[in-house]
């Protein structure tokens, strides 16, 4: 990804973040749970399967989580062993998941942004940000950061594929909305974090795969 091509994104993102957040949220939320509630079991089945497999890759072992010392072993190897600089891909992959978990979550206890399962319930005036109450994790989408930061570097590096790659964040992204877990806004600004991240990190020794997108 270029500088212009990111820049045009965040231009397009965090402005579209803000309208929806005061706007179009909570009305894009009531229609999805009023006419989709029927994709339900499909996506939570996905989901708590995606997640069980998450969770045995972050098991620790000498201390961190598997799939980081897996990826740090391929970045060494590649990097230093086998002098290969593409190896930086493993190291730009670790990073970004590693920093879009931690920032999702930083993010989530300094906004405390109501969920839309209140809206449905409830109720609640206004757009829910720094709510006092339970159930305010709503902003951004701890799921939707997992999984992006997962494959969009690989999607950023592999181009040709893609699509392919991109097909389980997006149905995981899509389902937090089915499910009535999060708003639009809260999906999109964690994949704009994504996306952020990776180029942040793809710069650290700019491969030309993550450039040239």
């Given at each position: ?20 957040i ?30 069980r497999?998450?969770e ?50 930083v ?35 701890y ?71």
């Amino acid at each position: 990804m270029t500088l212009r091509q990111f820049l045009l994104f965040t231009a397009i993102s965090l402005p579209a973040c803000a309208l929806l957040i005061l706007f179009l949220d909570q009305p894009l939320a009531g229609f999805i749970h009023g006419h989709f509630t029927w994709a339900t079991p499909f996506f939570a089945a996905l989901t708590a399967t995606a997640d069980r497999i998450h969770e045995a890759l972050m098991t620790h072992l000498l201390g961190l989580p598997i799939i980081f010392l897996a990826l740090g072993l391929a970045f060494a190897i590649g990097r230093y062993a086998l002098k290969r600089r593409g190896a930086t891909l493993f190291l730009v992959l670790l990073l970004t998941h590693e920093f879009s978990m931690v920032l999702a979550n930083v993010l989530k206890g300094a906004v405390h942004r109501l969920r839309p399962e209140v809206q449905f319930g409830a109720g609640y005036t206004g757009t829910g940000l720094w709510a006092e109450t339970p159930h305010n994790d709503s902003f951004p989408s701890y799921h939707t950061a997992v999984y992006f930061s997962l494959f969009w570097p690989l999607a950023v590096a592999f181009p040709k594929y893609r699509v392919p790659l991109l097909v389980l964040p997006a149905f995981i992204a899509l389902g937090r909305l089915v499910l009535g877990a999060h708003y639009l806004s809260d999906v999109w600004f964690s994949l704009w974090l994504v996306v952020a991240l990776t180029f942040l990190f793809g710069r650290l020794d700019k491969p030309r795969q993550l450039e040239q997108v």
